[in-house]
């Protein structure tokens, strides 16, 4: 049976439960291998995600949905079955990522837009008809000394709106991620500083949504958590970043969103948990909160995985971990005693 996508969007965010983000870029996905010293080609990079979607423990109680490239959601296991058939034996939602990245916003310096409205209604089509239930699509803004500008802000929630429109004519949950990067070289990129672009961002993009008449309950919002940047001396406390974000959330967010999933963002696998589960555990929103993470899931299981087969047990321990770990998260009843 076909599921409306209010339904789609519930299931993605139940109890315990949280979405792999396994969507890199072919060239993102490079930069990983990289780090182990294993070449990137369509079958190593189809084995190390056939090894995290066949972690049956993981795959069954903590993962709802996996966010998939478009090369993925094509592709075969080693045993012929199809990457989809896989996914669907363990009941997890197939999602896909359908921006074509971003671009240079022209005459707006280093500010970009992300790409892919063309021709997209016909892609979803068929993303739908392989067996995609729900979609993601992310906007990037950085934090500089002169940005964001309001206008990256608005033409990127514009985008964001006309996505979501899109996929739920097709039939497909959108995933609407609007990222502030915790990244770059500015020191005064501090908490407050991401509050605000975060919650000016949030208004946009709720805005623009509600005025290409999507509907909240069939969306779900992947946001950033409010962080201080990377380069930022000043650090703000777990409690506070959780205590800063879930007021961000509660002033910007309507109530009638189906669900927030954090992306991660370049916080360490610990932290990534650690601020989920805090949030859960102080229980001051109406929103289900949970994860959508690529790298604080798959780090470890990386490093553990290395390019190499009799590492694959391991690898599928290390990723099963992370995943139960962010699964206790997402009800507030994570520990670091549990975590070691
Ligand atoms: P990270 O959790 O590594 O930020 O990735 C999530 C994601 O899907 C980014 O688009």
């Known amino acids: 049976m076909i599921d409306n996508?209010?339904?789609?969007?519930?299931?993605?965010?139940?109890?315990?439960k949280g979405i792999l983000a396994a969507d890199e870029s072919t060239a993102t996905i490079k930069k990983r291998f990289d780090q182990i010293d294993t070449e990137s080609n369509?079958?190593?990079r189809r084995d190390y995600r056939e090894m995290l979607f066949s972690t049956k423990e993981a795959m069954e109680k903590n993962?709802?949905?996996?966010?998939?490239?478009?090369?993925?959601?094509?592709?075969?296991?080693?045993d012929g079955r199809s990457i989809t058939d896989l996914l669907r034996?363990?009941?997890?939602?197939?999602?896909i990522k359908v921006d074509t990245g971003v671009k240079k916003l022209a005459k707006f310096g280093n500010e970009t837009i992300t790409e892919g409205l063309d021709g997209?209604?016909?892609?979803?089509?068929?993303?739908?008809?392989?067996?995609?239930?729900?979609?993601?699509w992310r906007a990037v803004i950085n934090i500089t000394e002169d940005t964001p500008s309001d206008y990256a802000i608005s033409t990127n929630s514009q985008a964001l709106a006309r996505y979501s429109a899109l996929c739920q004519e097709s039939g497909l949950v959108p995933i609407v991620e609007p990222e502030v990067l915790m990244d770059g070289e500015n020191a005064k990129h501090n908490i407050d500083e991401c509050k605000l672009v975060t919650s000016k961002i949030l208004q946009s993009v709720f805005e623009e949504l509600s005025?290409?008449?999507?509907?909240?309950?069939?969306?779900?919002?992947?946001?950033?958590?409010?962080?201080?940047?990377?380069n930022c001396d000043e650090k703000a406390t777990p409690m506070e970043v959780a205590k800063q974000t879930l007021d961000c959330l509660e002033q910007n967010v309507p109530t009638s969103v189906a669900g927030i999933?954090?992306?991660?963002?370049?916080?360490?696998?610990?932290?990534?948990?650690?601020?989920?589960?805090?949030?859960?555990?102080?229980?001051?929103?109406?929103?289900?909160?949970?994860?959508?993470y690529g790298r604080a899931l798959q780090q470890s299981a990386l490093i553990a995985w290395s390019g190499k087969d009799e590492?694959?047990?391991?690898?599928?321990?290390?990723?099963?971990?992370?995943?139960?770990?962010?699964?206790?998260?997402?009800?507030?009843?994570?520990?670091?005693?549990?975590?070691?």
Request: aromatic fraction near 6%.
């Open 89 to 95: 034996e363990t009941d997890t939602l197939i999602g």
């Open 42 to 44: 369509a079958e190593t």
């Open 311 to 340: 590492n694959i047990k391991d690898a599928q321990n290390a990723f099963a971990h992370r995943a139960h770990m962010n699964g206790l998260a997402s009800i507030g009843q994570w520990s670091i005693e549990l975590d070691q």
């Open 120 to 136: 997209l209604r016909e892609r979803l089509d068929e993303y739908y008809s392989i067996g995609a239930s729900f979609a993601k």
């Open 211 to 230: 005025s290409a008449r999507v509907d909240l309950d069939g969306i779900i919002l992947k946001p950033n958590m409010v962080i201080q940047g990377k």
């Open 63 to 78: 993962i709802s949905g996996v966010i998939l490239y478009d090369e993925t959601i094509k592709q075969k296991c080693r």
């Open 5 to 16: 996508i209010q339904n789609i969007a519930k299931k993605l965010v139940i109890d315990g």
């Open 261 to 292: 999933c954090f992306l991660s963002g370049g916080q360490t696998d610990l932290q990534a948990t650690e601020h989920l589960s805090i949030m859960n555990s102080l229980k001051k929103i109406n929103h289900t909160l949970t994860f959508s």
